[in-house]
């Protein structure tokens, strides 16, 4: 019997990580490595993914990093490219960039076009996007899997924030769609949905310091008494690349410490 803990392992396995220069996708990034994959990550800004690669690599892991705004539909087929050609095979793609553009709330009265557009392209045609690119690519090599991150903000009204849950809404149900069109290549497709977890794109939006975080969990009503830490997010990734979860597709797992 293959121990329980081994089926968690990730060994072997090439993992695309968007978004992944910091916050919840730089602790994706890591805990997927740590697992056992190489990790290609993709952001628009170098640097940031370029560190997040040589912790990687202090792993021991392989690690790559692609300069990608996932918004350009050929810079995300390329990344899809970049990894096959690289790393000679793609088994794990993780959606992760997301947020704001200008990160100032607003009602959807107040909303312009260009604000309501960008929330959509990259919260939710750039999931789209790299499901089908990844896709193209595990079709012909025996499967795969495709992890979208998606947002306590799904599923309900979200005042000053609405694109964006509109967009993490349609998340959910991608996800729903494209676990079942990809089960007949055996592509399995899940999602994470974290709450309040204070990254940059968060304590900006919010108009919050790194010194409030301490307090966030009673200020949100969070029954487990904290917010999140990209380090709650990263286990469910892993169970989801992993064969642990192998029987597993179309679901979309929520972690935000009771918060209703
Ligand atoms: P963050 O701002 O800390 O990190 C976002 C990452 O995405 C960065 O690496 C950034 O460079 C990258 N990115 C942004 N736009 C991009 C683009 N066009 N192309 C490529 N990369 C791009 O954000 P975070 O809080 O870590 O959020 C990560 C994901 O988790 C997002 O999808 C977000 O919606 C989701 N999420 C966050 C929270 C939270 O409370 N922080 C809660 C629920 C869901």
Request: charged share 20%; proline share 4%.
């Amino acid at each position: 019997m293959t121990d329980i803990l081994d089926r968690f392992r990730l060994d072997g396995q090439v993992a695309v990580v968007t978004g992944a220069g910091r916050g919840i996708g730089e602790g994706i990034a890591l805990g997927l490595a740590q697992a056992g994959a190489d990790v290609v990550l993709a952001a628009r800004r170098t640097q940031e993914i370029e560190e997040v690669a040589d912790k990687i690599r202090a792993l021991g892991r392989k690690a790559l990093a692609v300069t990608t705004d996932v918004m350009q539909l050929d810079q995300v087929q390329r990344l899809a490219q970049t990894a096959l050609d690289s790393f000679g095979r793609l088994d794990c793609w993780v959606s992760n960039a997301g947020g704001a553009d200008d990160r100032v709330p607003r009602t959807l009265l107040e909303m312009p076009e260009r604000q309501w557009d960008f929330q959509l392209n990259l919260n939710l045609k750039a999931v789209w996007s790299g499901a089908q690119a990844a896709a193209l690519i595990m079709k012909k090599n025996g499967g795969g899997t495709i992890i979208n991150i998606s947002s306590a903000a799904s599923g309900k009204a979200s005042p000053f924030n609405g694109p964006y849950a509109v967009a993490k809404t349609g998340v959910d149900n991608l996800t729903q769609t494209l676990s079942s069109e990809l089960a007949r290549y055996n592509i399995r497709v899940n999602g994470v949905s974290p709450g309040p977890i204070p990254t940059e794109v968060f304590l900006e939006f919010l108009k919050l310091e790194e010194k409030d975080i301490p307090t966030l969990g009673k200020k949100f009503g969070i029954p487990l008494g904290r917010v999140g830490d990209p380090d709650d997010i990263s286990p469910a990734v892993v169970f989801l690349a992993s064969s642990a979860s192998s029987w597993m597709t179309g679901e979309t797992i929520v972690i935000k410490g009771g918060h209703t």
